[in-house]
């Protein structure tokens, strides 16, 4: 009887271990599959779109699934679902990340970044994983960053040049306290507005004048009233590739690395997209009559503004960090 129950007892062991590497292979011949989104269209849905072609182009194992834009949610809905883990990549407006990831902030400053391409290369590298470095603490993992657009400015009344000529200038801005602070500190009227509001306002002359790059002129169909454009470079705008802390956790060393190559590679490709939809959108400006200042006087609104000092004034704010600005400004030069 004996025998039997140690014959018995081996033999579960036995079928035990061969269960358990039964398994084990089984995990490591299945497919990951990863579900991408963006709520946006455009240029960050088709940034997206590039990732998940990169990573599947890599045959590692893993097959990216993007869904439309839309089907999901909107950015802070999206960006909720991939903390949780419903989602599994994400590439949504930067600034939709700060509502609860304060020192992506540091990005809303002004003229932090001279041109999109410095922007570019700065935060698809070591500065990029430094500002994002506790994403995990929030249930994501950085994997790049893509375009959004420079912000300029457009008028239906004057132009711009100087930055003595936005004096009393009535401008529509988003509703961040950091865009309505710079242009009180120009001496303009900031009018914090949705954006569905904006046309009208514009028609209206409740605003005079609109922060954006020509791109997004075009894409939301603002620019019926517009008369003049300034390329003054104010402010970045940027779009975050990020993944599900769990499900980048659950990738072989491997696969991370190469979910990792794609989400900077596709961040870079955005910026190029975001370069050819900007020239589109001044074409079409131009024929409808738009008149362009390519060469504005910048540094008379980094003056005005007293760029650098001008960001002590956040000094006390929780999203400040000295160490990390002075990382930033050092990599620009």
Known sequence: MKKLLSLLLVLSMVFAIACAGTSAASAADDNVKLIAYCPGAGVPF?????????????????????????????????????????????????????????????????????????????????????????????????????????????????????????????????????????WEALGSTPVALALPELALALANGTAEAQDNATYHLVANATYDNIKYFSYINYMWMGTTIAMNSISFSKLTEEQQKVVKEAGYEAGRYGFTLIEAANAEGEATLKAAGVEFDTEPDVQSFKDKLDIPAYYDRYENESWFNRDLLDTILKAVG
Do not use: W
């Open 46 to 182: 088709q940034t997206v779109e590039k990732f998940a072609e990169l990573v599947n182009a890599a045959d590692c194992g893993i097959t990216v699934e993007v869904h439309e834009n839309g089907t999901l949610g909107n950015d802070a809905e999206a960006i909720e679902s991939t903390r949780m883990g419903t989602i599994d990549v994400i590439c949504a407006g930067t600034s939709g990340f700060t509502a609860f990831y304060e020192p992506a902030k540091v990005l809303d400053l002004p003229f932090l970044f001279s041109n999109a391409e410095q922007a570019c290369e700065i935060l698809n590298g070591e500065v990029g994983e430094e500002i994002f470095k506790n994403f995990p603490q929030f249930g994501l993992v950085f994997l790049g960053e893509g375009d959004n657009g420079l912000r300029h400015i457009s008028t239906t009344n004057r132009p711009i040049h100087t930055a003595a000529d936005v004096e009393g200038l009535k401008i529509r801005v988003p509703t961040s306290q950091l865009y309505l602070d710079v």
